[in-house]
């Protein structure tokens, strides 16, 4: 049917009729906040180019999470910042580490929030590469172990994901090994398995202290231009084990996120990266954008793009509104 009898207005007239037509809706289930943990104590370091985000130490923890797990999120990730770097990243997998605390508090505060790790070692290298060096090289398999250990000990805490994001060749696979060796058979890995080298990253450097000391990311994250390569990242991540695979960042890759979705039946995660938040953020306060329609609009077409799950900067305020029906 065709214009005059078929008019798509028809069923745009009223917000009702919208509503019972809608294709894509965003739910608090599809949301994971991202956290950054600092050592030390009553500490709640604003991040500046971003902000509403901020440091906190592990003892401000309890109140945060109380609020997340009541607003209905489902999920945390923990980043963490320690006190000490070096060459190895050492700190990463210690056991009395800043995430592995984080950790062991979240799941005595809210046993029922899923509890995610990020596991990499840029915020815990004085070099600030996500693996050990070999020269001014990244190697490869040699970071390989010291992943599987930080993924172990970050089980050991009671993380239920843990999500390595450092593109290492095969580290999924290392990681699912090692964890059922040490009788983690239940812990599920998050995979970042189409990870880009992307500007949008700086502010999270900023909230993270991971910037690299020399050069940059571009030999182990993928080169934008590439998409049919994010198929081959993530069939790989799916053979080694993954049990959900995520897309990163979200929204200048959504046909990324729409290949992979319709290419494999596994979840699929998106991250709403740091600078993706504070492009909104910065334009909303000078007033040039209405922040409440322009976060909604973003997540939904990331959800829309086929993202089962959104890692957002913006998770509770996305789970307030949703609550005040005010969307
Ligand atoms: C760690 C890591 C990064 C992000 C998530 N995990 C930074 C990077 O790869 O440099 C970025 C998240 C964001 O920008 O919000 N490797």
Redesign the pocket.
């Known amino acids: 049917m065709r214009y005059p009898e078929y008019r798509p207005r028809r069923m745009r007239r009223t917000e009702n009729l919208r509503r019972m037509i809608r294709e894509t809706r965003l739910s608090v289930d599809d949301l994971i906040y ?1 956290i950054f943990v600092i050592e030390g104590e009553n500490i709640k370091n604003p991040v500046p180019s971003m902000p509403g985000v901020f440091q906190l130490s592990v003892d401000k923890l309890v109140e945060e999470l109380k609020e997340i797990s009541n607003l209905g999120i489902p999920a945390v990730i923990f ?1 963490g910042i320690p006190a000490e770097k070096d060459e190895r990243g050492s700190e990463a997998y210690a056991q009395s580490g800043i995430v592995q605390r984080a950790v062991k508090v979240a799941k005595e505060t809210c046993p029922d929030l899923v509890v995610i790790t ?1 596991v ?1 070692l ?1 915020e815990y290298t004085s070099h600030g590469h ?1 693996g050990i060096l070999k020269g001014r090289e990244v190697d490869n398999d040699a970071t390989l172990e010291i992943l599987s250990r930080v993924a172990i000990s970050h089980a050991r805490a009671g993380a239920d994901i843990v999500a390595p ?2 593109m290492m060749d095969g580290r999924v696979g290392v990681i699912r090994k090692a964890l059922d060796e040490n009788g983690f058979t239940h812990t599920a890995i998050m995979a970042y398995s189409a990870k880009y080298c992307s500007s ?2 700086g ?3 900023e909230a993270a202290d ?1 910037a690299p000391q020399f050069g940059d ?1 571009r030999s182990y ?1 993928m080169d934008p231009p590439n998409a049919l390569e994010a198929l081959r990242e993530v069939q790989l991540d799916i053979e080694e084990g993954a049990d959900i695979v995520m897309v990163k960042p979200a929204l200048a890759y959504l046909d990324v996120i729409r290949l992979v979705r319709e290419n494999f039946d596994y979840p699929v995660a998106a ?1 709403n ?3 993706e938040y504070s492009m909104i953020k910065a334009a909303s306060q000078k007033g040039w954008l209405d922040e409440r329609r322009v976060v909604m609009e973003v997540l939904t077409s990331i959800k829309r793009a086929g993202a089962d799950l959104i890692l957002t900067y913006f998770a509770k305020d996305v789970a307030r509104w949703l609550k005040e029906g005010k969307v």
């Open positions: 991202p980043f990020d990499c840029c996500c994001s450092d949008f990253y502010p999270f450097r991971s990311r994250q991250y990266v740091s600078g």
